[in-house]
């Protein structure tokens, strides 16, 4: 498999990091109005008390546990960024946790500036913005490279 480079990763968590706060500033200016494109689908601005599917916990508390993830996260980026800049090896988890980080960054600075979440987008019955879909993404990308490094260390071991 081709490796993702660092630079490619970090530009497109920035890219996206940026676009997201972009719509956020635009849901926050536009609040009141909602464009629903079809019944599942649309603009939908949103400031979102809860956590993950609407969970509520108080502030201080997804501040508290926030912070230290975001820190461990960086952590962990930065100790696989040697491994990441060596083309020959397989680095999709540097780019999953450049993703997670991205998202994960955007929705604490929403917390700290209005004490909510900002969300826009309407898909079904929820509301999610672009941090969300980073962070469910860097996860999902995560996971899978995980289960690709023990398949495929499982098959070297029954070779």
């Known amino acids: 498999m081709r490796s993702i480079s660092p630079r490619f990763s970090l530009g497109l968590g920035g890219i996206l990091f940026v676009a997201d706060r972009l719509f956020k500033y635009a849901a926050v200016q536009t609040v009141a109005a909602q464009t629903v494109h079809s019944p599942s689908f649309g603009w939908s ?22 912070v230290p993830i975001i820190g461990l996260l960086l952590y962990l980026a930065a100790k696989q960024l040697p491994s990441a800049a060596r083309s020959d090896q397989n680095n999709l988890p540097f780019p999953a946790l450049i993703l997670i980080i991205a998202g994960a960054l955007s929705n604490l600075i929403d917390r700290l500036l209005y004490a909510h979440t900002v969300d826009y987008w309407q898909m079904y019955t929820a509301v ?9 993404g860097g996860f999902m990308l995560y996971f899978w490279q995980l289960h690709a490094k023990n398949s495929s260390s499982s098959t070297k071991n029954h070779l």
């Open 45 to 66: 601005p949103f400031l979102n008390p809860g956590v993950a599917f609407g969970i509520p916990l108080p502030q201080t508390v997804v501040i508290l546990f926030s």
């Open 128 to 136: 999610i913005n672009l941090a969300d879909i980073q962070i469910a």
